[in-house]
């Protein structure tokens, strides 16, 4: 079951670059999106989310693009930072339906 | 910041034995949740639980996984007879509702380890 697919297992940056990580889903039924940052032996942390309604939400350093018809969004990072290292996960669901649908994950390594 | 917290962080069991895996989720929050990682895969939902029922399980949730709001603060698992299959990070979440409807924080994890 890969509704949500993150494809690239990790990814490498230079500091002060921009990172981006990218999801591709499959169930045309989900209408919010979320990414979520992760360390060893810590929970997901929420980042940032973006409702169907939109195709870009900004929060800082963090930009969310949602394209629907292609199925695909992306978490931009600019400037890259060495605290931004981690495994960063996409998740997807239907607002209203509570459970998260999580992709398997995008281990980003920054670069100092 | 509120956060939530679960206890205990680490949880080695016997198979066959019963593990409770408690969690107390942010104090204002309506909506709580259990997910689960397996080393290696990806983060997958169990059950969600409002008003002091179950609202939604997955297939993965079944007789022997129970979730139980004992008091005003806790919010626990019970896994009644574990398989080595179960061993996995076991993540607590919940959320306020409203407009941050789906926006679940998570807890910091407990690891149980099956043997």
């Known amino acids: 079951d890969q509704q949500v697919k993150q494809n690239s297992p990790s990814l490498s940056v230079q500091e002060g670059r921009i990172s981006i990580l990218n999801c591709d889903y499959t169930n045309s039924m989900f209408d919010y999106f979320l990414w979520y940052k992760k360390y060893p032996a810590e929970g997901p942390t929420f980042l940032i989310s973006?409702?169907?309604?939109?195709d870009k939400n900004e929060d800082g350093r963090f930009t969310v693009f949602l394209n629907k018809s292609a199925k695909h969004l992306s978490l931009h990072i600019v400037p890259s930072q060495p605290g931004d290292s981690a495994v960063y996960f996409c998740a997807a669901t239907n607002f209203g339906n509570e459970k998260l649908t999580f992709g398997t994950g995008t281990r980003l390594t920054i670069i100092p | 910041e509120p956060e939530v917290t679960q206890t205990p962080s680490h949880q080695v069991t016997q198979m066959g034995q019963e593990v409770i895996l408690r969690c107390v989720p942010i104090?204002?929050?309506?909506?709580f949740y259990w997910y689960r990682q397996i080393l290696g895969q990806k983060v997958e939902f169990l059950v969600s639980f409002y008003n002091n029922e179950i609202s939604e399980k997955s297939e993965i949730f079944d007789d022997q996984f129970s979730v139980e709001r004992p008091d005003g603060s806790n919010f626990t698992l019970k896994i009644r007879s574990t398989k080595l299959e179960d061993s996995a990070m076991y993540f607590c979440a919940s959320t306020s509702g409203g407009i941050s409807y789906n926006e679940q924080f998570f807890g910091p994890g407990t690891r149980l380890t099956v043997l």
């Open positions: 973006i409702s169907s309604i939109k």
């Open positions: 104090s204002n929050h309506l909506y």
